[in-house]
């Protein structure tokens, strides 16, 4: 146990002159009885009391004003949400009525979610966060005032949002042993994950740390350049975080052939349930604001858990103390001393 402010303590002097050390007829005390005449008897010891009582208790109300606190130790809070991972698409089919719609959309789900920590990352050609998981409401709606098409590319990989939002959740757990650019290539392989990023989804297992994630990827277009989303899926359904897709019609050309189309989106659809998500289509965009209620009831009342190291503050302890002290000097000079 350590003081945070021990210089309470010096106030003791004063009170130890002036109860023990004082002479009758002199100096400031207190109401007591102890100087009246008595058989040497029990009673008489207890008349003694107060005095040693009332050092007592102003010495523990002194230690409670000192601010006693535990060493610094590891304390696991819980709370009730979801780690959410919002993707929105950029690509050039997103120009226009297309991604004003897909923000308010996005707008309004982050306003209903205020216990849940939302991220945004947002994939074109490439991809790139936007913001990190955060409770901040505000900071959330104007990242995606921010947004625009052709930020990040015309062109839309799929495969790199998803990455890109895997990155901005795990982004706690990467530490110094694990690097960016290797648990891509481990991942982006045609056969299975590669040893590295293996060895990385079994660390998180272990740690428990992946609870309570989702990632919700809007597009209105197939994939048309970069991974291929099956891989970085593998790799998420590995981490045990669910993915859900919501695909709204395109405005534009996607660049890809029907029936090419329709096989890249069967594909997507069966890697998204692998993760134990859903592949949402809509026909309009108010269709989409329904899925909201069933990605809601899909993943809900969950836990996350977290660890924050940090002191306890012990004052309550001495504080109590003290005022038993006082409990007792109060029934010695007003109860047992004027018992016959």
């Not at 955060?134 to 062109?155: A, C, N, Q, Y």
């Not at 960016?180 to 060895?199: C, F, H, P, Q, V």
Request: aromatic residues 10%.
């Amino acid at each position: 146990m350590k003081l945070d402010d021990p210089i309470f303590l010096l106030a003791l002097i004063p009170f130890v002159f002036l109860i023990f050390f004082r002479r009758e007829g002199k100096y400031l005390g207190y109401s007591s009885t102890s100087h009246l005449e008595g058989t040497k008897n029990v009673k008489t010891f207890i008349r003694r009391l107060p005095k040693i009582l009332c050092f007592l208790m102003v010495l523990f109300a002194i230690l409670a004003f000192s601010r006693p606190q535990s060493d610094y130790h590891e304390t696991e809070v819980s709370y009730q949400g979801r780690e959410i991972i919002l993707s929105i698409d950029t690509s050039f089919s997103m120009t226009g009525e297309a991604m004003e719609k897909i923000r308010d959309i996005a707008k309004d789900f982050i306003r209903k979610r205020s216990h849940d920590m939302i991220g945004i990352t947002m994939y074109g050609t490439d991809a790139v966060v936007v913001v990190l998981p955060t409770w901040e409401t505000e900071l959330l709606e104007k990242s995606l005032d921010r947004i625009k098409p052709h930020h990040v590319g015309v062109r839309t990989a799929i495969g790199e949002g998803l990455f890109t939002s895997i990155l901005a959740l795990i982004e706690k757990d990467m530490g110094q042993v694990f690097e960016i650019n290797k648990l891509r290539k481990s991942m982006n392989r045609e056969k299975g994950l590669g040893k590295y990023a293996l060895d990385f989804a079994k660390m998180v297992q272990n740690r428990g740390t992946m609870k309570n994630k989702v990632i919700i990827l809007f597009t209105d277009g197939i994939y048309n350049v970069g991974i291929n989303p099956t891989r970085p899926l593998r790799f998420i359904k590995r981490l045990g975080v669910k993915v859900h897709v919501v695909s709204v019609p395109a405005s534009a050309e996607t660049g890809v052939e029907h029936e090419q189309a329709a096989e890249r989106t069967a594909s997507l659809r069966k890697g998204v349930e692998s993760t134990g998500g859903r592949l949402f289509e809509a026909e309009n965009y108010e269709e989409v604001e329904q899925f909201y209620s069933e990605i809601d009831r899909i993943e809900k009342e969950k836990i996350i858990m977290e660890t924050v190291v940090k002191k306890k503050d012990l004052f309550f302890i001495p504080t109590a103390i003290s005022i038993c002290f006082l409990l007792g000097m109060v029934v010695i000079e007003n109860i047992w001393l004027k018992l016959p």
